[in-house]
């Protein structure tokens, strides 16, 4: 009887150990994925938002008024950048695209309605 409560014990402590580990290793995924994050890209005509994971890179885009933003999606689940009243992407799938052209001047915050934690900006000069 004391062979087994040992033996329970063991496993209880590798698992706990285990558990340890994978919550650090995932704090310090998190730690570089917004240490990564970076600024705001420049100016210009014609840009890309990258989807990845669960962020759009840049966080923060410049474009000029009139320019088209590739919102691109390189993940592997689906995902919207949304602006309600402004602009809506739609589900954009994994591997796919779509262009949404900024007429006007101003700062437009978006989320992705299917991950609301997942946010961005497009600022139009």
Known sequence: MTAILGRRRRWQAIGLALVAVAFGLA????RGAVASAGGAAQASRAATVGIDGFAYRPPT?????????????SSDVTHTATRAG???TGRIRPGKS???RFKQ???FAYHCTIHPF???KIVVE
Do not use: Q
Not at 27 to 30: D, N, P, S
């Open 61 to 73: 885009l410049k474009v000029a008024k009139g320019s088209t933003v590739d919102f691109t999606n």
């Open 98 to 100: 779509v262009a949404v």
């Open 27 to 30: 704090l310090a995924g998190l």
């Open 105 to 107: 001047r101003g700062t």
């Open 118 to 120: 997942m946010h961005g």
């Open 86 to 88: 402004s602009f809506d």
